[in-house]
């Protein structure tokens, strides 16, 4: 359920705006890098997974996330490879949301979902540096998105509410 996973909040640190995603603070682009994860990984191979991927050569459309929304170094390299395919130059948050899900099966658990979609914010960031602030914004702002998306079109129990005026600075105030 989209409005469990998606409880997404912006805590301000000395350093800036950090995303903060299910209580746990988010990678911002600099820190899902290094690719160690107590072991070395091959680029090559990554980047030859995510172009089969890319193309869906003897993979099922449903099975390309399985292969980069894992924690661990190999994972993170292939979506990062898999992202280089897009290019949302130009192309609004929404309007590359849209390019990226009609290509992309989002399923698994909330994490997995969303370190896919770190990876879509990661690169549509690269792709317009000046449209957001970080990718951590892009991220927040692609999740806001999906959830009221799932919420105005799923089948949805409980609906989002709003009992009065919207202040999504009134958790920072001290």
């Given at each position: 359920?989209?409005?469990f ?59 390309v ?110």
């Amino acid at each position: 359920n989209w409005s469990f996973w998606c409880l997404v909040a912006i805590a301000l640190n000395g350093s800036g705006p950090v995303l903060v995603a299910n209580g746990e603070p988010g990678r911002t682009a600099e820190s899902a890098t290094p690719h160690m994860n107590g072991g070395d990984m091959d680029r090559e191979k990554a980047f030859r997974l995510a172009e089969r991927l890319f193309k869906l050569d003897g993979i099922q459309r449903v099975d390309v996330v399985k292969h980069f929304d894992k924690d661990n170094s190999f994972s993170r390299a292939v979506g990062e490879e898999y992202l280089r395919f897009f290019d949302f130059t130009g192309q609004t948050l929404d309007q590359a949301l849209r390019s990226f899900l009609k290509v992309v099966i989002l399923l698994g658990e909330t994490q997995e979902r969303e370190r896919v979609l770190q990876h879509f914010a990661d690169r549509f960031h690269q792709c317009n540096p000046d449209s957001f602030s970080s990718p951590g914004a892009v991220l927040a702002i692609t999740c806001a998105l999906m959830l009221l998306n799932t919420d105005l079109h799923g089948q949805v129990g409980n609906r989002i509410e709003l009992n009065g005026p919207l202040n999504c600075g009134a958790a920072h105030q001290p």
